[in-house]
């Protein structure tokens, strides 16, 4: 029996995930194929049954080996969604006639900021930011309004 060609192609849903603080610090990882290219975690699914909110799980682990259902940890899903056309260079990547991708906006509250573990082959640098700060350094425009939309979605920060 031979492979089923659809899974070759990517899966045009996708997540953003705002990890942050209750103090609203947000992690931003550095592109290792664009310097400077500051993000939240983002990726696609696996299978186009892929519920979001694995996907977000799956993709929060393997960019930066946190573990969204720790303690102390809550992913939320904030019913937020951007759709967006995939840039050209990169839409062999999906099947044919695929020219836009929707993505799905969900925040992780960790309980401290702290160091991460990146993937290299995706990752080379992270850093804490406080929201604002973090969203003027997103590359991309609705990652950074996605941030924006932490103190409304993300709780209440404590003291």
Not at 81 to 98: K, L, S, T
Request: net charge neutral; glycine share 6%; with cysteine.
């Amino acid at each position: 029996m031979g492979a089923d060609p659809a899974r070759a192609f990517k899966v045009p849903q996708s997540v953003l995930v705002v990890i942050h603080t209750p103090a609203f610090e947000v992690l931003l990882i550095e592109r290792a194929d664009a310097p400077g290219f500051w993000q939240s975690v983002t990726g696609s699914k696996d299978r186009p049954e892929e519920p979001f909110e694995l996907t977000a799980a799956r993709e929060v682990r393997e960019e930066t080996g946190l573990d969204a259902a720790a303690p102390g940890h809550a992913l939320r899903d904030w019913g937020l969604e951007n759709v967006y056309e995939i840039y050209p260079q990169w839409r062999h990547r999906y099947a044919p006639g695929v020219t836009h991708n929707t993505e799905r906006v969900f925040g992780l509250c960790v309980p401290r900021a702290a160091p991460v573990r990146l993937s290299p082959r995706e990752h080379r640098d992270q850093v804490w930011l406080p929201w604002r700060e973090a969203a003027q350094r997103c590359f991309s425009p609705s990652n950074a309004e996605a941030i924006g939309w932490l103190p409304r979605l993300g709780g209440v920060p404590r003291p």
